[in-house]
């Protein structure tokens, strides 16, 4: 199971990435911790193991980008980690995420027939790019809902959790003190 949303990430990346290419976008969870960068480095024959299997010219621009730019490489690890926690705890996420990148290669296959097409096959060929790409956008437009509910949900947990220590100010104030005071013991 571990293996199939390894490999269910890997081919989702590039739909979530945009252009081709290694960078992956902007994660907005900031820097690594060094806990989780540890155990990417752990699993990183795991998953290198799977990249080279399933898409031999990714694994050879990864490994481009570990010669290159070390500290790069390992961001790219810490993404491709993140992923896969993803994919594992949202099926529908993973779902999506495929189908944008199928779309994404149907819609530059049909871009390469067209420039060699003649003026009535390419009407019919911008046709069919024209409802695969309002599909790639529907998706695209969902995965941005989904990611707003979270933050929503979010912001909904940090309001309340506010909210509670607000009505608990003494309380956290007094046990925050009883710390300090109790931790300061050295004998």
Not at 21 to 39: F, H, K, N, S, Y
């Amino acid at each position: 199971m571990r293996i199939l949303v390894l490999l269910c990430c890997l081919v989702g990346l590039p739909a979530l990435a945009g252009p081709p290419g290694l960078a992956p976008p902007r994660d907005r969870r900031g820097p690594p911790t060094p806990e989780l960068l540890e155990e990417v480095k752990a699993r990183e024959v795991e998953i290198l193991a799977v990249v080279k299997e399933n898409d031999p010219g990714r694994y050879e621009l990864l490994m481009d980008v570990k010669e290159e730019d070390e500290k790069g490489y390992w961001r790219q690890m810490v993404h491709v980690a993140r992923m896969v926690e993803r994919f594992h705890g949202d099926p529908e996420f993973a779902k999506r995420s495929l189908d944008m990148r199928d779309l994404q290669k149907k819609i530059k296959a049909h871009v390469r027939l067209w420039e060699a097409a003649d003026e009535d096959e390419q009407k019919q060929l911008r046709q069919e790019m024209v409802a695969m790409t309002e599909t790639l956008f529907e998706l695209k437009q969902e995965e941005r809902r989904q990611r707003l509910t979270e933050l929503q949900d979010k912001i909904q947990k940090l309001e309340s959790d506010i909210e509670d220590r607000d009505q608990n100010k003494n309380a956290k104030i007094d046990e925050y003190l009883e710390s300090l005071v109790r931790g300061r013991v050295d004998l």
